[in-house]
């Protein structure tokens, strides 16, 4: 199986920014989809981006467009996402995630990290 492994989140203020790194180990991470979904406290894990495997296609929730952008490198088996402009409702569990098709449903990736902490003060 493919193993991930979320870093980089952090305390910010407003207007601030974070880079997330995602690293995939275990199993061959090639031709795998990855993605990013945010889990605010009570509510449902909603999407933030997506990125096929060769990195060519990207894919963004309307609340972030503009704002974030999703990576990858694949000879270090790695996904970033760039988080600029951050707002206190971007605050949240942030998880990637793995899947054969890229997808904005949660319920498509096979494989999921541990997730790592924003937290965006006003």
């Known amino acids: 199986q493919v193993v991930l492994v979320e870093s980089g989140g952090g305390l910010v203020q407003a207007g601030g920014s974070l880079r997330l790194s995602c690293a995939a180990s275990?199993?061959?991470?090639?031709?795998?989809?990855m993605g990013w979904f945010g889990q605010a406290p009570g509510k449902e894990r909603e999407f933030v981006a997506a990125?096929?495997?060769?990195?060519?296609?990207?894919y963004y929730a309307d609340s972030v467009k503009g704002r974030f952008t999703i990576s990858r490198d694949n000879a270090k088996n790695t996904v970033y996402l760039q988080m600029n402009s951050l707002k206190p409702e971007d605050t949240g569990v942030y998880y990637c995630?793995?899947?054969?098709?890229?997808?904005?449903?949660?319920?498509?990736?096979?494989?999921w990290g541990q997730g790592t902490q924003v937290t965006v003060s006003s």
């Open positions: 990125i096929n495997w060769s990195g060519g296609n990207t």
């Open positions: 995630a793995a899947s054969r098709i890229v997808s904005r449903k949660w319920n498509e990736y096979d494989y």
């Open positions: 275990g199993r061959t991470f090639v031709g795998y989809a």
